[in-house]
């Protein structure tokens, strides 16, 4: 049974809600059989490429809110995180443009190895203290993952590998009326948005999982 998911590097409630995503199918194991597909959205994609804010002073101009409430957000998402197993810097973070990191996602899944790309990507964005937006620490962290540094270093230096294939995503996300992400598809059939608690994922994963099986 397929399930795409769309989402974004920079996006925290992403990281979490993977991290619920995968613990339903581990509880799971053995009753449903689950291939993932990961989907590209760009939650800021008319930034520039190089242009590279601190997350904190962008979330507070983003939603018009105080610098100390923005701070206090990553805090709160720092806990959810923890909570999941996940590592989370607080403080310092920095946000750009996704679009360079996705190319290499779509070059990732050709090669079978997306799931481990977008855990190294999620793991430098949202763990590490150095910035996923800077292009040398973007190959390192892919080759790292598995892929060959050529490979990535041949698709960052063309523009428009794999464009189309971000493109194409994102045209379907809207398509189906993503305006935010996380956003699961399970099955063609049931849409799940947001980083939802473990329990939902694992009950929408049962359901359409019965569904398709033939009656006894």
């Known amino acids: 049974m397929r399930v795409d998911i769309w989402s974004d590097i920079a996006c925290p409630w992403c990281y979490v809600g993977k991290a619920r995503f995968d613990k339903a199918v581990e509880a799971l194991e053995g009753k449903v059989a689950v291939e993932v597909r990961h989907r590209s959205f760009e939650l800021d994609p008319d930034r520039e490429p190089g242009d590279v804010d601190a997350v904190v002073p962008m979330i507070a101009k983003k939603y018009g809110i105080s610098p100390a409430q923005a701070q206090a957000n990553e805090y709160k ?6 909570l999941e197993g996940l590592e989370y810097r607080t403080e310092n973070r ?3 443009n996704t679009f360079d990191l996705h190319r290499i996602l779509h070059l990732a899944a050709e090669q079978g190895l997306e799931a481990p790309v977008w855990k ?8 590490d203290e150095a910035s996923i937006f800077e292009r040398e620490r973007v190959v390192q962290v892919a080759v790292a993952a598995g892929l060959a540094e050529a490979d990535v270093v041949a698709v960052l230096d063309d523009p428009e590998r794999y464009r189309e294939a971000v493109r194409a995503d994102e045209a379907e996300a809207a398509a189906l009326g993503a305006t ?7 099955d063609e059939k049931y ?10 994922f694992a009950e929408v ?7 398709r099986q033939p009656a006894a």
């Open 77 to 82: 998402l720092g806990d959810l995180a923890k």
């Open 191 to 200: 849409g799940v948005s947001g980083a939802q608690p473990t329990a939902l």
């Open 180 to 186: 935010g992400v996380p956003f699961f598809v399970i």
């Open 120 to 127: 190294a990507f999620y793991a430098a964005n949202f763990a």
């Open 94 to 96: 920095d946000h750009g």
């Open 205 to 211: 994963l049962e359901k359409a999982w019965d569904e």
